[in-house]
């Protein structure tokens, strides 16, 4: 399987977006990238926004090789309803536009439909369900909450399997704080798994729970957790735990390789290094 990180908040902006190479299928996940409107009471910097738009082409050049596009929930850094070409003659598969969903993201899901109308040669809500495309193995959690409660709604966690190695995309659930959405990690057992980190000052035991009681082996953690610049200094628990199992906790930039590039929390230094007019 060949797992292809394209834009993460390690890389510099809000995203999930991640490309997928399982059997002969071809799959990208969370199509989409943004940017916190304010932080530390400033705009986006112009360094931020040029970011936002490499990843944004670097996304649509995976979307037009992929056979399948997958959208597990409905905000801006995991859908993009304003360039609905992506999704032409592709499989799509979607968090449920009408169950299990708050106000704000049944509003967004509703626009999507109608930019996406006639584009994709399949459309599947996937809630729940488990696909097969080229041979890969594409199975979608329940919808759970976004974070430990379900203000901000529910998100689909989804699994890839190639037949020997599986992926577990867990989308927004903020460490999985409930039982609810650790469940389909543990019951996925994957070797490899795309966590977005809990918010500051939520318990890490859940993503211990991963660690300790599957077979991963990389455990990528990111998203939220990489908003704040101490954050390795904040999960010294899990790393521990890691390192007694083998299991390498990476950064989606450290897992390319590359120096972590927080622009986000580096936002405030940002405007003081390069000023804007």
Known sequence: MKIIPLAFDSLGTRSMATYVEAEDCKILIDPAVSLAGRRYGYPPHPLEIKRMDEHWAHIKGYASISDVLIITHYHYDHHNPEEPEIFRDK???????????????????????????????????SDSKEFTVKGAKIRFSEPVPHGPTNKLGYVTEVSVFDGSYKLV????????????????????????????????????????????????????????????????????????????????????????????????AKRKQLYKEYPVE
């Open 91 to 125: 499989i799509v598969f979607i968090k449920h536009p009408r169950e299990y969903i708050n106000k704000s993201q049944l509003n967004r899901a509703d626009f999507f439909l109608s930019q996406i109308k006639g584009l994709p040669k399949e459309l599947h809500f």
């Open 169 to 264: 995309h867990t989308s927004d659930i903020q460490g999985g704080i409930l039982e609810e959405q650790v469940k389909f990690l543990l019951e996925e057992d994957p070797d490899f798994v795309i966590i977005d980190g809990p918010m500051f000052g939520n318990p890490l035991q859940n993503m211990v729970r991963v660690i300790l009681r599957t077979k991963v082996r990389m455990f990528l953690i990111e998203h939220h957790y990489l908003r704040d610049l101490k954050w390795k200094d904040k999960l010294k628990e899990l790393y521990i735990e890691a390192e007694k199992k083998g299991v390498q906790v990476l950064s989606s930039a450290e897992f390319l390789g590359l120096e972590n590039d927080l622009l986000e």
